[in-house]
């Protein structure tokens, strides 16, 4: 079963709107942070944002905000006031359980990712 | 936010040759690494995690005689591509962990493309 779904190929938005992607994930892990990545053309992976499972509120990064709905068990993407430059797509991931001592730090499990175009 | 630098960005080679691809965090100790391969218009697959002073632990059906992976030091792991073919042309990004207050974060390398030829 897909751990992370992201189930928008493509988005598009008109420049100063916002848009919302969409991240549901599936876990029994209690103890989980989400997290989202900007991917332009250039291939580097920019971190955005994080949200623990145990966070009460909503992270918030500049333009961005994560729409933590844990019942729903979603975590959806807001850019406000899309610029030009947001056009880039956009991954999902999460990471489940607490780092253990002697094992290193968790790995991440991608989404797919949604492809954003901000046109003029 | 932490800096990781990833050296070359590009490879071009021929059949059979190996290619080392190293990735170092710039301005912070990173025990933990991670490899990962993208195919275009794919998401990232998670190749191998890759641990200071200890073997890496690879993902299952990545061969780790093929990609071997070394974490000599806090700042650096490389990961090499042995006898390379055209079907191991991908995009390769490393990425490091680093502890933070709330949780820990992976940070990226800007990637490698290889082709080889």
């Known amino acids: 079963a897909q751990k992370i779904t992201q189930t928008q190929p493509g988005m598009f938005v008109q420049e100063k709107e916002a848009v919302t992607l969409d991240c549901t994930y599936d876990?029994?892990?209690?103890?989980?942070?989400l997290f989202w990545y900007k991917q332009p053309s250039s291939g580097e992976m920019i971190f955005l944002i994080y949200?623990?499972?145990?966070?009460?509120q909503n992270a918030t990064e500049g333009r961005y905000s994560l729409n933590f709905q844990k019942a729903r068990k979603s975590a959806n993407l807001v850019i406000s006031a899309s610029q030009l430059g947001d056009s880039a797509m956009y991954f999902c991931?999460?990471?489940?359980?607490?780092?253990?001592?002697?094992?290193?730090?968790?790995?991440?499990?991608f989404g797919t990712g949604t492809r954003l175009l901000v046109s003029p | 936010g932490a800096v990781v630098s990833q050296h070359p960005s590009w490879v071009i080679c021929k059949s059979g040759t190996s290619v080392k691809i190293e990735c170092r965090s710039l301005?912070?100790?990173?025990?933990?690494m991670f490899w990962y391969r993208q195919f275009p218009k794919q998401s990232l697959m998670l190749m191998a995690t890759?641990?200071?002073?200890?073997?890496?632990?690879?993902e299952q059906g990545v061969e780790k005689d093929k990609f071997l992976i070394n974490h000599a030091s806090l700042t650096l792991s490389t990961l090499t591509v042995t006898s390379a073919h055209p079907e191991d042309s991908s995009f390769y990004i490393c990425?490091?962990?680093?502890?933070?207050?709330?949780?820990?974060?992976?940070?990226f390398g800007p990637g490698t493309r290889l082709l080889v030829l």
């Open positions: 990425s490091a962990a680093e502890r933070e207050g709330w949780g820990e974060t992976q940070y």
């Open positions: 876990t029994s892990d209690p103890s989980y942070g």
């Open positions: 991931a999460m990471r489940e359980g607490q780092r253990k001592i002697g094992t290193g730090f968790q790995k991440l499990v």
């Open positions: 949200q623990g499972s145990y966070d009460q």
């Open positions: 301005d912070f100790q990173a025990t933990t």
């Open positions: 890759s641990n200071e002073g200890s073997k890496a632990t690879y």
